[in-house]
Nanobody, 122 residues
């Protein structure tokens, strides 16, 4: 199983960035997918999740209205579109797969990607 995150980078505050995650080795459409992030000196936190068919999404309050999660089951891809970025969004962003649906608890997720760094400058 491999979850390969990509698309991170350096962006100015107010800008946009899209991170992607390519899944392989799993029946992608059987899994809810989530994005988490971990800033320096912080615990990993839930950012957004999407159900197996894209019909339901969930967001952390801190990103609601700015971030959009989506998925393409034909390509085994999940995306996180991030708009109106703030310096406090700076973190390593991880994608994860959950067979038990969208949950906030990182411990429930079955598989994790390696992370991609997003840095927002002020």
């Amino acid at each position: 199983v491999q979850l390969q995150a990509s698309g991170g980078g350096l962006v100015q505050a107010g800008g946009s960035l899209r991170v992607s995650c390519a899944a392989s080795g799993i029946t992608f459409s059987s899994y809810a997918m989530g994005w988490f992030r971990q800033g320096a000196g912080s615990e990993r936190e839930f950012v957004a999740g999407v159900s197996w068919n894209g019909g339901r999404t969930l967001y952390a309050d801190s990103v609601k209205g700015r971030f959009t999660i989506s998925r393409d089951n034909a390509k085994s891809m999940v995306y996180l579109q991030m708009n109106s970025l703030k310096p406090e969004d700076t973190a390593v962003y991880y994608c994860a797969a959950s067979y038990r649906g969208i949950v906030y608890n990182a411990n429930i997720y079955d598989y994790w990607g390696q992370g991609t760094q997003v840095t927002v400058s002020s």
